[in-house]
């Protein structure tokens, strides 16, 4: 199946009950993993990409080629989408132009004026190409790939006005931040979320930052909108445990062990658990058609 962008995956997901998880990809085992994952399971995925990754990867071009020609060679049949994850005004029009079928444009620190200015041109250049767009409005804590949020809670009146330029999904700042939660973190604001989605209808919203979140807080976050939930620190986390075993244990230096389809395979798998467990509680599985 070609590439998808969001819209339909969103409204079945909101009609549902359920959430997509939006996993960010970083190499090639990265996007094998989570593609493999999600046709196993029969659900329907989003392939995040920063634009820290994109450059990690030579470029918007290579990234896109690569997930389209890995879809076909792996003969995957569940809707993906191809995302750009907290694109700049520039990077977002160079990922649509090198074909991803879905854009996130993180005008959350220009001032609401500049930031409605921008989406409004970036939705027109998306709708153009059959794309979709995320907005965002109060930025998201924490610091993800150089991109530092300061974690406001969102204006559920600002949150209707970027609803209402024509984007198809929202991001909204409700206490979540990227990276691992701190110990002291006081949980998401559920009473803004509630105000968001009533200001914002129908709108599918999304939860950044979704590592580490407890069950019942994505669950009560799915009954209030919320369609798209991304994770990244969480898969980089358990590849690293993997490898790190893999090493500790002496078995890069056992026969070939050393060959990096070996020593990137314990690494692999655990992305492929991580993505697992994380459908299972997004409640996406089995729901690609
Ligand atoms: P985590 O790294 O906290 O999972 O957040 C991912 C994210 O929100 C990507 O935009």
Known sequence: ?????????????????????????????????????????????????????????????????????????????????????HGTYEGAQKALAAGYSSVMFDGSHYEIEENVEKTKEIVALAKKLGATVEAEVGSIGGEEDGVTGRGEVADPAQCKMIADLGIDILAAGIGNIHGQYPANWQ????????????????????????????????????SLGVCKINVNTECQLSFAAAT??????????????????????????????????????????????
């Open 187 to 222: 949980g998401l604001d559920f009473e803004t979320l509630a105000k968001i989605k009533d200001a914002c209808g129908n709108m599918p919203l999304v939860l950044h930052g979704g590592t580490g979140i407890p069950e019942d807080m994505i669950k009560k976050a799915i």
């Open 244 to 289: 790190r075993a893999y090493i500790e244990a002496g078995k890069d230096k056992e026969k070939k062990g050393f060959d990096p389809r070996k020593l990137l395979a314990p690494g692999t798998d655990a992305i492929k658990a991580t993505v697992k467990e994380k459908m299972e509680m997004f409640g996406c599985i089995g729901k690609a058609n």
């Open 1 to 85: 199946m070609p590439l998808v962008n969001v819209k339909e995956m969103m409204d079945k997901a909101r009609d549902g009950h359920y959430a997509v998880g939006a996993f960010n990809i970083n190499n090639l085992e990265w996007t094998k993993a989570i593609l493999l994952t999600a046709e196993e399971l029969k659900a329907p995925v989003i392939l995040g990409v920063s634009e820290g990754a994109n450059k990690y990867m030579t470029g918007y071009k290579v990234v896109a080629d690569m997930v389209k020609a890995m879809i076909e060679t792996l003969n995957i049949t569940v809707p993906v989408a191809l995302h750009l994850d």
